[in-house]
């Protein structure tokens, strides 16, 4: 009987490990998933392919989950403009995005080989949203530039994040079940530039498609998953 105690606790350590591995929300989590966006112009013709992995996933000291993805951006033309990692966070079932994320794959380029820094607030997105919620803005610099010298500095701010809708959205990945969000990205280098959009994300996956429309409402860009491979 002297052991049993001891089991309960193995069990209950085991869960709380356990735990601390998993994230309820709008990423994909897992070592060795892969994932493939497509970006089409408003004619719809195709623009950029981005290829990422995520390479590492792991705990962090101060409770959050981390994973490590590897993103590869290849033109219309194939060749590769951009290369790099990003990492996606994840704390109490609730996704942090640093603010380059919110850029795309076009924005980033204007980073490309650069040195960057990200002063401000992070993007967060909670688990089990549902249509009628608000979430708060975000504002952050973006400085990039080379040996210590900026060469960029480009200020962002998420403005207007609506949940609107749950919406099922099909790719050449798959069908998914979505949550919708509306918001604004506000940039300002050299000008002040603001773009409405609307993003699609599925529970366990992430963003399967963006969308974003010129001043008179019409699409500029669209941007989805068209590939998805899950992890080991």
Excluded at 37 to 65: F, P, R, W
Excluded at 96 to 125: C, H, K, R, W, Y
Aim: include cysteine; charged fraction near 25%.
């Amino acid at each position: 009987m002297k052991s049993f105690p001891v089991f309960l606790l193995a069990i209950s350590f085991s869960t709380i490990l356990t735990a601390q591995n998993k994230c309820q929300g709008y990423f994909a989590f897992d070592s060795g998933v892969a994932m493939e966006y497509t970006t089409y112009d408003k004619k719809g013709a195709l623009q950029l392919v981005s290829a990422q992995k995520v390479i590492k996933v792991e705990n962090t000291a101060d409770g959050i989950l981390e994973a490590l993805v590897e993103t590869k951006t290849t033109d219309k033309n194939g060749k590769t403009p951009i290369e790099g990692q990003f990492r996606m966070r994840c704390k109490d079932n609730t996704l942090i995005m640093d603010m380059t994320s919110m850029l795309g794959p076009q924005g980033a380029g204007a980073f490309a080989n650069l040195e960057v820094s990200v002063t401000g607030d992070d993007l967060q997105l909670p688990s089990n949203l549902t249509p009628g919620q608000t979430l708060p803005d975000a504002t952050a610099q973006i400085k990039a530039g080379t040996g210590g010298v900026a060469l960029i500095t480009m200020n962002v701010t998420i403005r207007d994040r609506k949940v609107v809708a749950k919406e099922t959205i099909q790719t050449t990945a798959g069908s998914f079940e979505c949550i919708k969000m509306t918001y604004i990205a506000e940039t300002k280098m050299l000008g002040t530039k603001a773009i409405e959009t609307a993003v699609w994300y599925a529970d366990g996956v992430g963003m399967i498609r963006q969308e974003s429309y010129d001043k008179k409402g019409a699409l500029d860009s669209k941007m989805e998953l068209t590939k998805f491979k899950k992890g080991d």
